[in-house]
T-cell receptor
Framework: DAGITQSPRHKVTETGTPVTLRCHQTENHRYMYWYRQDPGHGLRLIHYSYGVKDTDKGEVSDGYSVSRSKTEDFLLTLESATSSQTSVYFCAISESGRLGTEAFFGQGTRLTVV | AQRVTQPEKLLSVFKGAPVELKCNYS??????LFWYVQYSRQRLQLLLR??SRESIKGFTADLNKGETSFHLKKPFAQEEDSAMYYCALSGSGNEKLTFGTGTRLTIIP
């Protein structure tokens, strides 16, 4: 498995509280992604990063922010958690934008907002 | 905009029967297509990519630009093929990797 870890693996939080999920990689890959996985919706891109301090929005970015201050860490923050953000969150990394580049995934974080 | 459609949420196939998981895409440029698989309690992982023209675990997929499709096929299903399968697309020069909604494949013994 590629060196990618997510923390925490499980979290229950209350509506309105801030939550930060961490993705850490040891592969020195340039690209990092945050997805959420929901039944009937598959994997949807929240935000991604193409370098330190370089980030961009995905298709479901509302309510989420990200930061990447160093190559190995990509943080996803829910400023004020809502029940609709209950989901499984996956981080992924890829080496470059070369054609056909494989993405490697973390084990996921199950977030429940009550 | 890039979009991936997997019309079947669930697919059940008997062991030994052929399998076909459908994937259609929408992208104005030259796409790169992938199939990812998620076995029970495992990470999502790459199964195959169209640029490699490879066969992995007996699965193949051909990119049909005329029909904008990238269907995944296997001639004889095995029980260990039961998993969640995602079709994915990235555009050339575009770092976004877009996934379909996934198809849960169940192989009936």
């Amino acid at each position: 498995d590629a060196g990618i870890t997510q923390s925490p693996r499980h979290k229950v939080t209350e509506t309105g509280t801030p939550v930060t999920l961490r993705c850490h990689q040891t592969e020195n890959h340039r690209y990092m992604y945050w997805y959420r996985q929901d039944p009937g919706h598959g994997l949807r891109l929240i935000h991604y990063s193409y370098g330190v301090k370089d980030t961009d929005k995905g298709e479901v970015s509302d309510g989420y922010s990200v930061s990447r201050s160093k190559t190995e860490d990509f943080l996803l923050t829910l400023e004020s958690a809502t029940s609709s953000q209950t989901s499984v969150y996956f981080c992924a990394i890829s080496e470059s934008g070369r054609l056909g580049t494989e993405a490697f995934f973390g084990q996921g974080t199950r977030l429940t907002v009550v | 905009a890039q979009r991936v459609t997997q019309p079947e949420k669930l697919l059940s196939v008997f062991k030994g029967a052929p399998v076909e998981l459908k994937c259609n895409y929408s992208y104005s440029g030259s796409p790169e297509l992938f199939w990812y698989v998620q076995y029970s309690r495992q990470r999502l992982q790459l199964l195959l990519r169209h640029i490699s023209r490879e066969s992995i675990k007996g699965f193949t997929a051909d990119l049909n630009k005329g029909e904008t499709s990238f269907h995944l096929k296997k001639p004889f299903a095995q029980e260990e093929d039961s998993a969640m399968y995602y079709c994915a697309l990235s555009g050339s020069g575009n770092e976004k990797l877009t996934f379909g909604t996934g198809t849960r494949l169940t192989i009936i013994p």
